[in-house]
Each structure stands twice: as C-alpha cells, then as structure tokens.
C-alpha cells in the first residue's frame, strides 16, 4: 500500500521559514517523479514544484521560483520543501505527489498525501 506523508506544516510569520517533508513507502521511491502542490481555500490546487528520480533537476511555478526549494534524500524515500521569505499568499493545504512523468499537471500524479496545513500571517 503506498503512502505519502507530509509534515512541517504550520503557521509562520510574514518573511519566515518552514520546511516541508514527505516521507514516502510501499513504491520503489527511485522509480517517481516527486511534486509538491498546494490549494488555498476556495481556488484549485496549483503547482508548486517538481523534482526529478535522482534529484538533479527541479521546475518551480514561475511565481514561486527564488523563494521555495525541492530536494529529495532517496535513502530516506523522502521529499522536502523549504519555504523561505513567506507570504500571506503561501497559506494554503500543500500536498506532496509521486508520479511516473515530468509533469506540472496534478492529473498525472498516481499517488496523493493528505496535505499539510501552512498558514502565513502577516
């Protein structure tokens, strides 16, 4: 049975830090594409990043290129996501995906966390 799940949610401040993790198990994490996506209440779940099997190559949303970084321990079977420099606009559910394709769509994804609450105050 896979399971994605994420933790590090939380609040922050304006201009702070939080660092997202999302441990995978039960699929063989090499073989995965790993995403992070995010959905604030009322709007559509959006792309946030995505990292390649061996960690070499990462894309981010345009919007979010700077501030956030993906990276991956695949001795850990386990993604991160450091937030830097928040924003009020960053509050949302984040959600942690593997998929089997370089891919900025949340439709390609096979496997799904629950999402990890952040929320960022001004």
């Known amino acids: 049975q896979v399971q994605l799940v994420e933790s590090g949610g939380g609040s922050a401040q304006a201009g702070g830090s939080l660092r997202l993790s999302c441990a995978a198990s039960?699929?063989?994490?090499?073989?995965?594409?790993m995403g992070w996506f995010r959905q604030a209440s009322g709007k559509e779940r959006e792309f946030v990043a995505v990292i390649n099997s061996n960690g070499s190559g990462a894309s981010y949303a345009d919007s979010l290129k700077g501030r956030f970084t993906i990276s991956r321990d695949n001795a850990k079977s386990t993604v991160y996501l450091q937030m830097n420099s928040l924003k009020p606009e960053d509050t949302a559910v984040y959600y942690c995906a593997a998929g089997t394709a370089w891919t900025t769509s949340a439709k390609s994804y096979n496997y799904w966390g629950r999402g990890t609450q952040v929320t960022v105050s001004s």
């Open positions: 039960g699929l063989t994490f090499t073989r995965f594409y």
